[in-house]
């Protein structure tokens, strides 16, 4: 019996295609039927906010409330037609919109003032205009900024998009203040990144190209408050609307962090600030890795046939992830960054959506690790990260050559570690049968 492809069989059993997806109007506990919501209190007093918006921090929070009352709306068109969503949606649009222009004037603010000219426009017309440069979102300086958008930004969807594939984008807010510290260590990373890229080319076998449209920005931030659509919440890492950047909300990151090392009992606490520098330049190469492929690829490449739409989503995810640390732990010469990448990935795997990119991803990474390494288990020692460092750059390159040079043979390899990651979760589940529990936060 040929074990791999069984394996990629029960793999696309259960990837097969589901019914069509509105993940913009799923609430925070999407992920699964019987949720345990673990809620973060970020800012529970609103002091940070109070800080960096003295005389104006009472009027973003009346612009969170609108804006969920908004996002309530967003009912499937059958229980709200268009035209009657437009009519209803419309005036709490406006209402927020005030709001924003009370926060530019007191505060001098020229995100704020941005905001409420495109929100305004926003309720007025139904599309979302184009975003001005000056939007670009958190910057170098110590300003902190506002911004409203459609709910796809969190995807970095392109304008002339939007309205083409969503009949209806209810806006969401995000207020954040520059990490100034933080943003330092993304910028060294920013300056390593043709290095990194030809690190990764020893992974891949081959030069490696940024194929990317242009290297994107990344900003560090601390997420002082949002609001909206319920998926611009618990996400910590976010690629706003072009020209804007990939934003990392630090405080959320930490707190995912936090929660990752009360789990391994081997690291200690103190190891939280180191853990997040780590992570924070393992995102920045992460980000760039999305566009990093083989030189000798022609044009943009094909897929395997067959491959599905969420499978895409979820390899190109384990694809950037995996190159960017592998990357890394060529340049250093240490394992750790693989070490701490399966730590931060394992609390995805409880999640049982396996057609989410993240969780999908995760279970990707771990399946592999399981195949090659029956054994493995906490502690993640230097020695077994080692060990599966070969398997790990090998489930690379299959998953380039699935991805991008319509190799079937390949997907078939990676649906097998992706079936052996789902078996792996199903076991756990036995062993531990309490729902999993889903990350979010509140302020306030």
Known sequence: MNTAMSAAARAQHIGRESPVRQAHRRLVFWHHDEPRLHLARLDPAHTALRNRFPNSWQHLLRVQALLDAAALLDLPATVLPDQQYAEQVAPLLRAAARELSEVADAERNSSARLAADALSAYAGSGQWQPAPPASAGPGTGDDPWVGVGPAPAASGAPDDGLSARHGRVPPCLLV??????????????????????????????ED??????????????????AGGVTLSGHWDLTPLRPPGPVVLFANVRRHRLRQALASAPERSAEDLDTSLRRSLRRSVAQVAAHGWRRASLAGAGAPAPGLKSFERAGFEEAYAVLLGVLAAAESTGTPDPLRDIVEELTPYTELPHQDAADTAAALLVIGRLRQGHSAWSRPLTPEAVAAARPALESLVRSLHAALWEADVFALAEVRAAFAAGVQHRARSAVQEPLPPVEFGWTFG
Not at 179 to 184: P, Y
Not at 187 to 205: F, N, Q, Y
Not at 208 to 221: E, L, S, W
Request: without cysteine; negative net charge.
């Open 176 to 205: 954040a203040a520059p990490h100034g510290e933080l943003q330092a260590e993304a910028d060294a990373v920013g300056a390593r990144l043709d290095e990194l890229r030809r690190a990764a080319g020893g992974v891949l076998g």
């Open 208 to 225: 490696a190209a940024d194929r990317a449209d242009g290297r994107p920005g990344f900003a560090v931030a601390d997420l002082l408050l």
